[in-house]
């Protein structure tokens, strides 16, 4: 459960499972591809992986559908105000999560990101016992993680990290996901394997680099005219700014173009106006969707216009698009070979994927 990081750490959770010996069931909000599917069920007695949403449950249940489990692990990789149309404030949402933790038993486990603040004040409340982890550099507060990860210099396409756990070096891992928070993700993960169903530590560490991913969460759906062209369900300011982070690791050399579909309840308002202004600082060229939803009113709805102004005033070559067309005809004019594409939404974006692979195929 988290703002951030849910899919991803579900899916690798299962998959570390997996390749540990267990077989596990899984329900998950998107298609891990080495699953195939986002639902199945396990082997008899297995451990059930689950996805835990925050968002509500049904138009008539407005209430967390997590409040509808009843977990024995639970991993909190994040907690940041989200989801406005259900929570209209930061003392709602923390709430939900409060009543997650609450339904954990005494005998149950919560493995904790302690760079959270929110995250920290929340495990307090736990009766279970609680395991953190974190990375070098993170702010962990009077917290000192248990689990904890140092990550080293991105390279060849994969994210290396160094593995401590209790104070020991436990090995280095390799990781084929990029960026800081996908260290997180698999430092939570191995984290549970091991305390939360007694997975050997070595065997899941290095299942870790066969992990095959999530379909839209930074992936690569093709390389066209020599341009790497990525899909991701980035939404949130936070998502934003780690996935573009991330994606410069992995190609510190090109240009690294954004394309951005405010289209969620949230994305779609002005809350986050100057947190995109800052998520978009890693992008060399940043274009803005038109945002959509007629009901929101005009002095509450996103200034696309506003936040490439001031992008551009931070040197990024940022434009606020009229149409989908736009976006698509922006990002040929800007792409060049050895350059990296990345499109965000948590919707279909106009289907906008096809075009530009084909589009970018005749810079070839």
């Given at each position: 459960?988290?703002?951030h990081?849910k899919?991803?750490t579900?899916?690798?959770?299962?998959?570390?499972?997996?390749?540990?010996?267990?077989?596990?069931g899984l329900?998950?909000?998107?298609?891990?591809?080495?699953?195939g599917v986002?639902?199945?069920?396990g082997?008899?007695?297995a451990p059930?992986?689950?996805?835990?949403?925050?968002y509500?449950?049904?138009?008539?249940?407005?209430?967390?559908k997590f409040?509808?489990?009843?977990?024995?692990?639970?991993?909190?990789?994040s907690c940041?105000?989200?989801?406005?149309?259900?929570?209209?404030?930061?003392?709602?949402?923390?709430?939900a999560?409060?009543g997650?933790?609450?339904?954990i038993?005494?005998d149950?486990l919560?493995?904790?990101?302690?760079?959270d603040?929110?995250?920290?004040?929340l495990?307090?409340s736990a009766?279970?016992?609680?395991?953190?982890?974190g990375?070098?550099?993170?702010?962990?507060?009077?917290?000192?993680?248990?689990?904890?990860?140092?990550?080293?210099?991105a390279?060849?396409?994969?994210?290396?990290?160094?593995?401590?756990?209790?104070?020991?070096?436990?090995?280095?891992?390799?990781?084929?996901?990029?960026?800081?928070h996908n260290?997180?993700?698999?430092?939570?993960?191995i984290?549970?394997?091991?305390?939360?169903?007694?997975?050997d530590?070595?065997?899941?560490?290095?299942?870790v680099?066969?992990?095959?991913?999530?379909?839209r969460?930074?992936?690569?759906?093709g390389?066209?005219?020599?341009?790497?062209?990525?899909?991701d369900?980035a939404?949130h300011?936070?998502?934003v700014?780690?996935?573009?982070r991330?994606?410069?690791?992995f190609h510190?050399?090109?240009?690294?173009i954004a394309?951005?579909?405010?289209?969620?309840?949230?994305?779609?308002?002005?809350?986050?106006?100057?947190?995109?202004?800052?998520?978009?600082?890693p992008?060399?060229v940043?274009?803005l969707?038109?945002?959509?939803?007629p009901?929101?009113?005009?002095?509450e709805?996103l200034?696309?216009?506003?936040i490439a102004?001031?992008?551009?005033?931070?040197?990024?070559?940022?434009?606020?698009c009229?149409?989908?067309?736009?976006?698509v005809?922006?990002?040929?004019?800007h792409?060049?070979?050895?350059?990296?594409?990345?499109l965000?939404?948590n919707g279909?974006?106009?289907g906008?994927?096809?075009?530009?692979?084909?589009?970018?195929?005749?810079?070839?």
């Open positions: 459960a988290g703002t990081g899919t991803t579900t899916s690798l959770l299962a998959f570390l499972l997996r390749e540990a010996g267990v077989d596990p329900l998950v909000g998107g298609i891990p591809k080495d699953f986002s639902y199945r069920l082997g008899e007695g059930f992986v689950l996805e835990g949403d925050e509500d449950s049904a138009f008539f249940e407005k209430k967390p409040w509808r489990y009843r977990p024995s692990r639970v991993i909190l990789t940041e105000h989200d989801h406005v149309d259900i929570y209209p404030d930061e003392a709602s949402y923390l709430a999560f409060e997650l933790i609450e339904r038993p005494d149950g919560l493995v904790a990101w302690a760079g603040p929110h995250v920290r004040a495990a307090k009766r279970c016992e609680v395991r953190f982890y990375l070098e550099g993170d702010d962990c507060g009077d917290v000192s993680p248990i689990w904890y990860g140092a990550p080293a210099k390279g060849s396409g994969v994210q290396p990290f160094d593995l401590y756990g209790g104070g020991t070096f436990l090995g280095r891992v390799t990781s084929p996901m990029p960026g800081r260290v997180r993700n698999a430092l939570a993960a984290a549970l394997a091991a305390e939360g169903a007694g997975c530590v070595a065997t899941v560490m290095n299942a680099s066969r992990f095959g991913g999530v379909k969460r930074q992936e690569l759906l390389v066209a005219g020599g341009v790497f062209v990525y899909e369900f939404h300011p936070t998502a700014l780690e996935t573009l991330a994606l410069r690791s510190p050399d090109g240009k690294l394309a951005f579909e405010p289209r969620s309840a949230t994305a779609s308002r002005r809350m986050h106006q100057d947190g995109y202004v800052e998520a978009f600082g992008a060399d940043a274009l969707a038109p945002v959509g939803r009901e929101i009113a005009a002095e709805k200034d696309t216009a506003a102004d001031a992008l551009v005033a931070r040197e990024v070559d940022a434009k606020a009229a149409s989908i067309d736009e976006v005809e922006q990002i040929v004019k792409a060049r070979p050895g350059d990296a594409v990345v965000m939404s279909a974006f106009g906008i994927y096809d075009r530009v692979l084909a589009e970018l195929v005749t810079l070839g």
